[in-house]
């Protein structure tokens, strides 16, 4: 398995719920990331899970809240979110933080109404 | 501040044609460079990658020229095809950072059949 899987392909929220992304790979990368990305944009890092753990938190609002709660799994919770936040959010794993190789995923394209 | 600068923003090419992508860097302690290819509602897709200890890396149609005293580095697609319409990021990182990628702006590419 050289991929990694995000559910859902597509979000349309409230402002007011409370919705989860996950991801999740099964390569035995240790390194995972979250990126988001606008229209016509590049790729812009959120977070970044080294061995499961937060290593880096790129300044984002407390509205989007991640988790490792395994090797292959990593999840992205919202809440509150605001119409500005809809874009493609995707995930990225490698097999740790000092190579090269990122693999993406596809993303989840999300809409808040 | 923007690190690395990616151009032209779009392209037109016809099929058959060469279609050439360039991008400008900053920070000399980058030292891998690589070229990603994104297609519509899809993550990004390592297309192609240079390390500055090489000037010219060649897969199939594709090929990155690297100038390390200029700090540029471009990406020639031989024989362009309708299928390689996409848009595609070249990026930098550096080793002592954790390898943490930095995109460029992005090039919405088209061949025209």
């Known amino acids: 398995d050289t991929e990694v899987t995000q559910t859902p392909k597509h979000l349309v929220m409230g402002m007011t719920n409370k919705k989860s992304l996950k991801c999740e790979q099964h390569?035995?990368?240790?390194?995972m990331y979250w990126y988001k990305q606008k229209a016509k944009k590049p790729p812009e890092l959120m977070f970044v899970?080294?061995?499961?753990?937060?290593?880096i938190n790129e300044s984002v609002p407390s509205r989007f809240s991640p988790e490792c709660p395994n090797s292959s799994l990593l999840n992205l919770h919202l809440h509150a979110l605001q119409p500005e936040d809809s874009a493609l959010y995707l995930c990225?794993?490698?097999?740790?933080?000092?190579?090269?190789?990122?693999?993406f995923g596809s993303g989840t394209r999300l809409t808040v109404v | 501040q923007q690190q690395v600068k990616q151009s032209p923003q779009s392209l037109i090419v016809q099929k058959g044609g060469i279609s050439i992508i360039n991008c400008a860097y900053e920070?000399?302690?980058?030292?891998?460079f690589p070229w990603y290819q994104q297609f519509p509602g899809k993550g990004p897709a390592l297309l192609i990658a240079?390390?500055?200890?090489?000037s010219e890396k060649k897969e199939g149609r594709f090929t990155i020229s690297f100038n390390k005293s200029a700090k540029q580095f471009s990406l020639h697609i031989m024989d362009s095809q309708p299928g390689d319409s996409a848009t595609y990021f070249c990026?930098?990182?550096?080793?002592?950072?954790?390898?943490?990628?930095?995109f460029g702006g992005g090039t919405r590419l088209m061949v025209k059949p």
């Open positions: 990225a794993s490698r097999p740790d933080r000092v190579s090269y190789g990122y693999t």
């Open positions: 390569m035995g990368h240790r390194a």
């Open positions: 899970y080294s061995y499961e753990k937060l290593s």
């Open positions: 920070n000399t302690a980058f030292d891998y």
């Open positions: 240079i390390r500055p200890d090489v």
């Open positions: 990026a930098a990182s550096k080793n002592n950072a954790g390898n943490m990628l930095t």
